[in-house]
């Protein structure tokens, strides 16, 4: 059997959602990140503008948990669709990928 084809946007579906995963996990972590180093700055903070700053850290990492997965989710359909129309160009020039199953 021969995957001769792929549906791009069935794979650019499947790769945005993939990617979207990617980019809630990469942002839990980017946000624990930014929350430690907001508390530390809080602790540490003398003047307004420090805590401040410590504030925006917060906000900026609690932000990323939303803005990441998006972001990824957005680029993994993007690449999807790049992805299925090469793979397809150039299934029709040397053939497609053979699978053997039972």
Same mark, same amino acid.
């Given at each position: 059997?021969? /995957?001769?084809?792929?549906? %791009?946007?069935?794979?650019?579906?499947?790769?945005? #959602?993939? !990617?979207?995963?990617?980019?809630?996990?990469?942002?839990?972590?980017?946000? *624990?990140?930014? *929350?430690?180093?907001?508390? =530390?700055?809080?602790?540490?903070?003398?003047?307004?503008?420090? %805590?401040?700053?410590?504030?925006?850290?917060?906000?900026?990492? #609690?932000?990323? #948990?939303?803005?990441?997965?998006? =972001? !990824?989710?957005?680029?993994?359909?993007?690449?999807?669709?790049?992805?299925?129309?090469? !793979?397809?160009?150039?299934?029709?020039? /040397?053939?497609?990928?053979?699978?053997?199953?039972?």
């Amino acid at each position: 059997m021969q /995957i001769r084809r792929i549906g %791009a946007l069935s794979l650019a579906k499947v790769l945005a #959602v993939i !990617y979207a995963v990617f980019g809630l996990i990469f942002g839990l972590i980017f946000s *624990l990140i930014a *929350l430690m180093g907001a508390a =530390f700055g809080g602790m540490a903070a003398e003047s307004g503008e420090e %805590a401040a700053a410590a504030i925006f850290g917060l906000l900026f990492g #609690v932000g990323a #948990v939303i803005a990441l997965p998006i =972001f !990824y989710g957005l680029i993994g359909f993007i690449g999807g669709l790049i992805t299925a129309w090469l !793979y397809n160009a150039a299934a029709r020039i /040397i053939g497609g990928i053979e699978l053997e199953l039972e």
